[in-house]
């Protein structure tokens, strides 16, 4: 079969319009690639600015919490130890006083004698709050049934308890903010909320800790409750960020408080 050059011309037409669409479809399925790949590329971007944004939050979270502490260990030492201490050293330069007579130099050593007692009990009690013996020894349950027990011994509140956790869910970091978010729910009760009961429960649930804490007081508006610092939520707050846990706190006035505090767990 003969092919004239009209044909020829018709084939090579054919042949070069198929070659462009296959280069067509080649370039399109190179731009589809590449924006794609470009969204997924900005996707993870994005991914990993939330991921740092979150560790920066975190991190400020736990400077803050940090320096409350560091002002709150200051002022302890100050009132409770500095003080006391000024006291003691006042009376031994009395006692210096080469015309003091004997009875004053009793009275002035029974006067040390029981501010320095006052100042170990102080001291004892700072380092207790520092990091609790029972937590560092037995881990956050034992440390939390020593709280409630210490708690029900003032007479003034019944606490009910319920703990369904093993040791090692949390470390003894964590374990230690667990234990402080509790504590500072528990002063708030005792300070401010003119409560009867009080009941605290630590359940730990397949791949979930869960931390509730309730109070029968007066409660308070929540948005004003933010603003006051004796109540310390926003250490709360900080604490449960540092934990990267969920925390929920629901008060009214005439309704006591609760607070749940959620983390997932490996």
Partial sequence: MQYTPTDEIQIISILLIGISLLVLMGIAIILFFYFSRKKIIK???????????????????SLQTQEAERKRIAQDLHDDISSKLNIVSLNANFLTDQNITPQEAIKLGGSIAKVTATVLESSRRIAHELLPPALEKFGLVPALEELCDQV???????????????EGIFSKE?????????????????????????????????????????????????????????????????????????????????????????????
């Fill in 152 to 166: 029900e011994e003032c007479g003034t509140l019944q606490v009910t308890s319920r703990f369904q956790y093993e």
């Fill in 43 to 61: 996707t993870e971007l994005e991914k990993a600015n939330l991921q740092i944004a979150h560790q920066q939050e975190v991190l400020q979270a």
């Fill in 174 to 266: 964590e374990g230690l903010h667990v234990f402080r978010i509790v504590q500072e729910l528990v002063n708030n009760t005792l300070k401010y909320a003119k409560a009867k009961t009080i009941s605290i429960a630590l359940v730990a649930e397949k791949n979930t800790v869960t931390l509730q804490y309730k109070d029968n007081g007066k409660g308070f508006a929540l948005e004003d409750g933010k603003k006051v610092k004796g109540l310390g939520l926003s250490g709360i707050e900080n604490r449960a960020a540092i934990l990267n846990a969920t925390v929920e706190i629901v008060s009214a006035p005439g309704e006591g408080m609760q607070v749940v505090l959620t983390k997932q767990t490996n």
